[in-house]
């Protein structure tokens, strides 16, 4: 019905910034006796045709997704277009040709032709470079001036509003995978206590396990804003949820044994972690607290207070890890990996990719850069990651939580992975402007710890498949060197006392414990 509206209501306006161009021609050409004879019935069912005709062909358009991608379909489209526009403006010729209207006036219509036909670029040209077309109109007709800049605004936006409507599927180009009854299974009347709750990993999680009917919810963050903004939202979608919230940082080992105390989960979800790479290039001491002792403090309480099944949230960037953040997840891997063998509580790990729309991640910079014009800068041509939506990801993390017998390394299947600057043309060009033409590319060089690809597997990993086809386990072949409780204890004096030594010590226990 919205749609209906907007069709008629832009339909209304075409008519009549059409008809007014017609006049102003007439009037411009010297021919006011024609004006009258434009209210012929048959001049004016012929514009009522051709004007519904022209609004279809720009719906056409505005619903290609080859707008501005100008492959093979690209220039068959601008074809198809040409000639559209050509056979409308021939029947008005036509039409009109027994009034013997001048060439100045034939020149006006097809002009006017071409405004209200979106040629290819048109869809996608922005306010400033539909102003030049405009300067025309605008010199000799500022009425109709006023009409266009009308009519090219409320495309603009449109045009605008369209990127919170872009499918995910068109950029990471497969389909969402559907959930199987095993979550329920696991989840349903259980305690549920989840980290890292406002993050992007951690709001979704809240969301999807509360789909589960679970006995009760625990969202514990270091944000007060995020743990409320996400307990409103869960009060308003799952009233009948019974949710406590827990305010605490997880380097705070005895409040986090005091809240295990209190409310005693049955299962944990261990979101929480410092993961901005550049930024932990130049915090060594803040990742190494946040994601290796808080999630030890965390792994303690879990098998303390026996939780049933523990998950821990891990990243692509622990395998072969050249940067801060990815060492301290990789160690974060190894200290829950080191009590599952020796627990009652199901330690489990979950290995993917980076996830489209989280915060800090490609898609949103992406859509605030092309929002403001460009230009959008991509580190290097030839970076690729794997990616997925964060509903999708949290979804086989819960998968993983109810496959889990302890110890596993679950990898999940992230398809094939994808080229940065292949993200960004998609993104331009379904937001509805040209790559490098209305919204420039700009490379800015690989930044301090990334790497061009990431793997999800270490080279000595065996995969072994599991009952879900998207979720595999990477069975490790691990060498241990040293004593991991005891590198540890030397990496927390490190981090008080000698912080220009955590680089090395991250160092020695990840070569200690990789399987070569």
């Known amino acids: ?33 024609l004006i009258f004879e ?24 505005k619903t290609t997704k080859q707008i501005g991608n100008f492959d093979k379909e690209g220039y068959l489209f601008v074809i198809k277009s040409l000639i559209i526009a050509t056979f409308l403006f021939s029947m ?45 109109i605008n010199g000799q007709f500022p009425s109709a001036h006023k009409l266009a800049n009308s009519f090219w605004n409320r495309k603009e936006k449109i045009i605008k509003s369209k990127m919170n409507k872009i499918n995910v599927k068109d950029l990471i180009g497969r389909d969402i995978i559907e959930p199987t009854h095993r979550i329920s299974e696991y989840i349903t009347n259980k305690s549920v ?34 743990i409320f903004s996400i307990s409103a939202d869960l009060k308003e979608k799952f009233p009948q949820t019974q949710t406590h919230l827990a305010i605490a940082d997880i380097q705070d080992k005895y409040h986090i044994e005091q809240i295990f105390h209190k409310y005693k989960p049955n299962i944990v979800f261990h979101a929480a972690a410092h993961k901005h790479v550049p930024l932990m290039e130049i915090n060594e001491g803040a990742a190494v607290r946040n994601n290796i002792f808080g999630t030890e403090n965390l792994v303690w309480a879990s098998s303390k207070f026996g939780v049933e099944r523990f998950v821990f949230i891990s990243t692509d960037k622990a395998v072969e890890p050249k940067n801060i953040m990815g060492k301290t997840k990789r160690i974060g891997e190894l200290i829950v990996q080191s009590i599952a063998a020796e627990s ?50 949290v979804q086989l993390v819960l998968e993983a939580g109810a496959l889990s017998n302890g110890g596993e390394v679950f990898v999940l299947d992230m398809g094939e992975p994808v080229k940065i600057i ?95």
């Open 1 to 33: 019905m919205n749609s209906l509206f907007l069709f008629i209501k832009e339909y209304v306006i075409n008519y009549f910034f059409l008809s007014g161009i017609f006049i102003l021609s007439l009037l411009a050409a010297e021919s006011e006796e």
């Open 344 to 393: 009652l509580t199901k330690f489990s790990i979950v290995r993917f990719g980076n996830v489209l729309e989280s915060r800090g991640s490609v898609i949103p910079i992406f859509k605030k850069q092309i929002e403001s014009g460009g230009p959008v800068t991509v580190t290097h041509p030839n970076m690729v990651r794997y990616f997925m939506t964060i509903p999708e990801a």
């Open 193 to 226: 206590l989840i980290t890292g709750a406002g993050g992007s990993i951690g709001s979704e999680l809240v969301k999807q396990v509360a789909k589960y009917n679970p006995g009760s919810l625990i969202l514990l963050g270091h944000g007060e804003n995020s």
């Open 92 to 136: 008005y010729f036509l039409v009109f040709l027994y009034e013997q209207i001048n060439l100045f006036f034939l020149l006006i219509l097809l002009v006017s032709s071409v405004v209200l036909i979106p040629g290819v670029p048109t869809i996608s040209f922005k306010i400033e470079k539909i102003s030049r077309r405009s300067t025309l």
């Open 422 to 516: 292949d993200i960004a043309k998609k993104l331009i060009c379904l937001s509805g402007y040209i790559p490098d033409k209305d919204i420039r590319i700009e490379f800015t060089g690989i930044r301090p710890g990334e790497k061009l690809n990431e793997s999800l597997f270490y080279s000595s990993e065996e995969i072994a498949v599991t009952k879900h086809p998207h979720v595999m386990i990477a069975v490790p072949k691990i060498k241990n060197n040293g004593n991991l409780a005891e590198q540890l204890k030397k990496l927390k004096e490190a981090t008080t006392h000698s912080p220009e030594e955590i680089g090395d010590l991250l160092d020695k226990i990840i070569q200690n414990y990789n399987g070569k």
């Open 38 to 61: 434009i209210m012929n019935i048959k001049i004016i069912f012929a514009l009522v045709v051709y004007v519904v005709l022209a609004q279809l062909c720009l719906y056409k358009f």
